[in-house]
């Protein structure tokens, strides 16, 4: 048994069979050579070798331009793979001897070096395995080599345990084939851990050695609540998790029940609750979990789950499907927030030394206006079918906000010169996720209709804490006083302006923080679509006046672990019998 700790992203207890997600693994071709076809086989495969062997020269080349010899010389230990005087005679001869593919022999080969590298205590030999792997995918991708592992062709319900999974490709997993995630680099923030709390997978990320831990097909758990994964977990170790999973889906059906009723306080005030949502597959959670809006809608997804950009009509029907189904409930549409850990190459997206500082959000917009116009073309068709609002992602000033604004009103006189039925008033927010934003609330909440504090992205730039990277999760902490004092001051400049003030970061989604944030005078709250129910229960439960004496206590404290230890003390005195810790 191997018990690992990471960080709980989406919680809930997930036990199965392991299946290893490795992207780069490359499928080779393994047909029986046909003994004439023996030389051209040996050909192709030192073509394979050459052309790999350019290839690695050519980036060593290119970094040693850029960043030095010294960066360079970490691929030489590739080229003197590719250029061994062993690996490619013996590959030659077992194609002949043995009459399989190039790339099975080749896989072989390397593969048996490889291991026993990989067991040497000599951490220099350990780098060299590494090495062989890349070279080995390198050369398997020029004998037409196949990616062979993504989440969409996974046949029986497993749990997943991966290095890493890019956004693209969870917007693929299905929660019945997905039993929880066990993921080695990221952090509760990263896009990855958002789209599994997203479609209600337990998952625990930041692991750092799940894969080598994990054995495929042999049994393993996850407790995203706590943020632990167990392989060959012991009997009892086992029987204790299986409880605690009976535990949860009896809590998750008891919120079932809550779902027509109202989020409203015990002193009568209306909480307005909506669900964060990524892609209108996830439509059906957010209704069931009966959200009362889509509080923020992740508009990117759709350009990431796809290789060409998405013409204005492919747009109009998702964004259409997503407000039909919610009307009259309101739906905001966010519009693209690309950059960061939110990539498609088609996009062009550079490539940035600190892509979170980089050209992302409302800035790739502006940037791209092409792109921009279109999707705002598409969002302003879409709201004659229901109640939608529109906000713009990483604004840091009212220069960047006033410009996205006069483009909307451009393309919406565009629209009306065509004479397409659209809303006659569309709100359109700002997105408070910059320090920038806070400390000029006030211009902003003047010429907004409303604004929605994004506190993954306020967190980490507050902080200065990388949201997606597991060494410092530790240092990422939602209840620094910091992050208080911004959310109160933002929550001060809407009442004053007089305008809607919404939270939809992940923090809003976390029973701990629930009432916390309501005494800070928070009321318009987007969570995730299975946690809807929680939120609701421990508000339902709660009273704004003592909530409003709690935060003001909270507000008067020094340290992030003096907030976290009052925080934890309150809740688990007064609410801990609507939630699991
Ligand atoms: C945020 O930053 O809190 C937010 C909601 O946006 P995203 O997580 O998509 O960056
Ligand atoms: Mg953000």
Not at 296 to 307: A, C, K, N, V
Request: net charge negative; with cysteine; aromatic share 6%.
């Amino acid at each position: 048994m191997t018990t690992l700790s990471g960080i709980a992203a989406s919680p809930g207890i997930g036990i199965g069979p392991v299946h290893v997600l490795d992207p780069e693994e490359i499928e080779v071709q393994d047909e029986p050579i046909p003994p004439g076809e023996v030389p051209a086989e040996q050909e192709r495969f030192r073509a394979a070798i050459e052309a790999s062997r350019r290839e690695v020269a050519e980036v060593r080349h290119k970094i040693a331009l850029e960043t030095g010899e010294e960066h360079a010389r970490l691929l030489d230990p590739q080229l003197a793979i590719l250029e061994d005087p062993e690996a490619t005679p013996q590959t030659l001869a077992m194609i002949e001897r043995d009459r399989r593919s190039a790339g099975w022999c080749y896989r072989k080969i390397l593969g048996v070096v490889a291991a026993h590298l990989e067991e040497s205590d000599d951490e220099y030999y350990r780098d060299r395995a590494l090495d062989i792997r890349d070279v080995k995918r390198r050369v398997l991708g020029h004998l037409g080599g196949i990616r062979s592992h993504t989440l969409s062709d996974l046949r029986v319900p497993s749990l997943v345990v991966a290095s890493d999974i890019a956004p693209s490709e969870m917007a693929l997993a299905s929660r019945e084939k997905i039993l929880g995630f066990a993921i080695d680099l990221g952090g509760r923030t990263s896009h990855t851990a958002i789209m599994a709390r997203a479609r209600g997978i337990p998952t625990v990320v930041g692991l750092k050695q799940a894969m080598d831990a994990a054995r495929e097909g042999a049994t393993a758990l996850v407790d995203g609540t706590r943020g632990v994964a167990i392989f060959d977990p012991e009997p009892e170790v086992l029987e204790e998790h299986r409880l605690k999973q009976r535990r949860y889906r009896e809590l998750a059906s008891n919120h079932a029940a809550l779902k027509d009723r109202e989020c409203v306080t015990q002193d009568g005030v209306d909480v307005h609750l909506g669900a964060n949502l990524e892609v209108p597959e996830e439509l059906p959670s957010v209704i069931e979990n009966g959200a009362e809006a889509i509080g923020l809608y992740r508009t990117e997804f759709f350009y990431m789950s796809r290789s060409t950009l998405p013409t204005e009509d492919a747009q109009y029907q998702a964004y259409r499907t997503v407000v039909e189904a919610m009307a009259p409930r309101p739906v905001t549409i966010r519009t693209l927030d690309v950059g960061g850990d939110k990539f498609a190459s088609y996009l062009g997206t550079p490539i940035e030394r600190n892509p979170f500082l980089g050209m992302r959000g409302l800035r790739f917009s502006l940037q791209r206006e092409d792109i921009f116009r279109t999707q705002l073309r598409a969002i302003l068709r879409a709201t004659v079918h229901g109640t939608v609002r529109v906000m713009f992602p990483m604004v840091i000033g009212l220069e960047d906000f006033r410009r996205a604004r006069q483009i909307m009103l451009e393309v919406r006189a565009d629209l009306e010169r065509e004479e397409t039925p659209m809303a006659s008033h569309v709100p359109l927010g700002v997105m408070v996720e910059t320090p920038a934003s806070v400390f000029a609330i006030d211009l902003l909440a003047r010429e907004s209709d409303f604004v929605s504090i994004g506190t993954n992205d306020l967190i980490q730039y507050t902080l200065a804490v990388d949201r997606g990277n597991e060494e410092t999760a530790p240092l990422y902490e939602p209840l620094h006083p910091a992050v208080l004092r911004a959310l109160r001051t933002v929550v001060e400049a809407g009442r004053r302006a007089g305008i809607p003030v919404g939270i939809c970061g992940e923090m809003a989604g976390e029973p701990l923080y629930a009432v916390l944030l309501l005494g800070l005078g928070l009321t318009e709250f987007s969570v995730s679509p299975f946690l809807v129910p929680e939120i609701k229960t421990i508000l339902n439960a709660s009273a704004r006046c003592d909530a409003a004496e709690f935060a003001e206590r909270c507000l008067a404290l020094d340290t992030p672990a003096e907030v976290r230890a009052a925080v934890t003390e309150e809740m688990s005195a007064r609410y801990s019998s609507y939630f699991i810790a």
